[in-house]
């Protein structure tokens, strides 16, 4: 098993940014590559973004590119969401996802699951 347990979510006006970290404990940390979704009000959670277990290989959804980065940090059992640029249409529940294998972009590739953190935008 594998808890997650994502933090720094909060209110922040457009343009301004937000890190998100995802605690992890459990299992070997490294073993993981990591994911970032989130999910808006009567939507379906959608994939943000996610890193190997090393950090090496990344990937982003295109209307994150740019703006948001992730990382991680081995030593520390935890991957972070730097938020950029942020705009209302971010706003939204992210939550951390974990993968005993490569990067996925999808919800059902990811067994272990954080409580999520919500993020809020104003225009």
């Known amino acids: 098993q594998v808890q997650l347990v994502e933090s720094g979510g909060g209110l922040v006006q457009a343009g301004g940014s937000l890190i998100l970290s995802c605690a992890a404990s459990g299992r070997t940390f490294s073993d993981y590559a990591m994911g970032w979704f989130r999910q808006a009000p009567e939507k379906e959670r959608e994939f943000v973004g996610a890193?190997?277990?090393?950090?090496?290989?990344?990937y982003y959804v295109d209307s994150v590119k740019g703006r948001f980065t992730i990382s991680r940090d081995n030593a520390k059992n935890t991957v972070y969401l730097q938020m950029n640029s942020l705009k209302p249409e971010d706003t939204a529940v992210y939550y951390c996802?974990?993968?005993?294998?490569?990067?996925?972009?999808?919800?059902?590739?990811?067994?272990?699951w954080g409580q999520g953190t919500q993020v809020t935008v104003s225009s």
């Open positions: 890193i190997n277990w090393s950090g090496r290989s990344l």
């Open positions: 996802a974990a993968r005993y294998d490569s990067i996925a972009t999808v919800t059902y590739a990811y067994a272990y």
